[in-house]
């Protein structure tokens, strides 16, 4: 099985006017760069990347320079594929643009191997742990300006309330973008609006400096929250290792991370409680593999972020599914050693669209795919709809 083409393909939808912020900036709309790989025999296989800035430069990136390097080669081995690209581009491309390209030729090249196979990804990569698994509603956002905080907080009880009667039993809060003192009491909204018994995750989209998020951090102990994502930029590891050290809630990060070697660093630093790794932006399912066993040996749970489309979505499953509960018991659950999925509950047409198959949620929970490769089919009429060029 050789691959015949490889066609990048950028997909954007305006939101107007659901527009919102995170604590960097404004989401005018959705976009994302999509793989679409093809055999020689006419199998497809498809692979995100592309989800952090434009993602023309991620297309310019496979179209000219790594395709040519994959034409009339086996589609059969993403991880052999994946390691060879990384070493041809580990001069100028060891994070950023030509990670996320290899990131979604890797998915492809396993979602292929599946076809091939008529297996799931996840039986490929060692078999699953889980059939299901727990999903927490990312949402809570800031709306567009102008920003009233009464409003905002009105709005937000509503809006986490919303996510508790469809069936969640934990929300994640966006932070950051106002003060501390505003943030908290968007936090402690939300706490009114679900009780004791939701759990809460908070997110600084590293807006702080590590005495601003040791501060945040002190300060949400107060409303059970269960983990504090991002509370420093990426870079700034010795900011992680201090915030950690000072506050009494996990810390988990890596969103932003490329490859074992980011994770490896993030790891030996002491830095995060919590990895998480995009399959569409760490290096791929192949890279992920080797992410999760270095995390296990350092008692850090692996919790991948889940950004971008329905394609997105269902590498995360596969990975999720493969994850051993950190550690081993005979009540992952009941002791919180189980992954969950980020379910991003925002507006995304590339996301509940896109595919012909929905995500099953139910019971506080989204069903791993089953069919071979990601297990998901791709509406070509959704795709060419929100395709655009560079």
């Given amino acids: 099985m050789k691959i015949a083409s490889i066609e990048p393909i950028i997909l954007r939808v305006p939101l107007q ?14 976009n994302s760069l999509l793989i679409k790989i093809t055999t020689e025999d006419g199998i497809v296989g498809w692979g995100e990347g592309g989800q952090y800035g434009p ?41 950023g643009t030509y990670i996320e390209a290899i990131s979604a030729i890797d998915i492809a090249l396993w979602d292929i191997w599946g076809k091939i196979l008529g297996q799931p990804v996840h039986a490929l990569m060692g078999g699953a742990f889980r059939s299901k698994v727990i999903a927490y509603a990312t949402g809570c956002y800031y709306p567009d300006q102008p920003w009233s905080l009464p409003e905002m907080l009105r709005d937000l009880e509503v809006e986490a309330g919303s996510y508790v009667e469809s069936g969640f039993g934990i929300l994640k809060i966006k932070v950051g973008l106002l003060s501390v003192e505003d943030d908290l009491k968007r936090v402690e909204a939300v ?28 300060a949400l102990g107060d409303f059970g929250v269960h ?11 010795t900011g992680y290792r ?9 810390v988990a990060g890596g969103e932003c991370a490329f490859t074992r070697y980011d ?49 997105a979505v269902a590498a995360a499953m596969h990975a999720l599914a493969i994850i051993p509960p950190t550690p ?24 509940d669209d896109l595919l012909e198959e929905k995500f099953d949620f139910q019971d506080g929970c989204v069903s791993v795919p089953t069919g071979p490769g990601l297990g998901v089919t791709v509406n070509e009429d959704v795709l060419n709809r929100y395709r655009t060029t560079l």
Wanted: aromatic share 8%; net charge negative.
């Fill in 17 to 30: 006017e659901r527009t919102f912020y995170s604590s960097q900036s404004k989401f005018p709309e959705r």
């Fill in 55 to 95: 993602p023309g430069p991620v297309a310019t990136c496979i179209e000219n320079v790594l395709s040519p390097l994959l034409v009339g080669h086996s589609a059969c081995t993403p991880v052999a594929t994946s390691e060879r690209l990384y070493a041809y581009s580990r001069d100028f491309g060891q994070s």
């Fill in 191 to 218: 706490r009114r609006s679900v009780g004791d018994g939701i759990k809460l995750l908070v997110d600084a989209n590293h807006a702080y400096t590590t005495a601003t998020a040791i501060r945040m951090g002190k």
């Fill in 227 to 237: 983990f504090l994502e991002e509370p420093v930029t990426p870079e700034d590891l």
């Fill in 242 to 250: 201090r915030v950690r050290d000072s506050i009494d809630i996990p």
């Fill in 263 to 311: 994770f490896r660093d993030l790891f030996v630093g002491q830095c995060i409680d919590i990895a998480q790794p995009d399959i569409c932006v760490c290096g791929g399912l192949s890279e992920f593999l080797k992410i999760q066993a270095m995390a296990s040996t350092f008692g850090v749970l692996t919790i991948p972020h889940v950004w971008g489309s329905g394609i």
């Fill in 328 to 351: 081993y018991t005979a009540n992952p659950i009941a002791l919180q050693n189980e992954p969950v999925v980020e379910f991003d509950r925002k507006h995304n047409p590339l996301r």
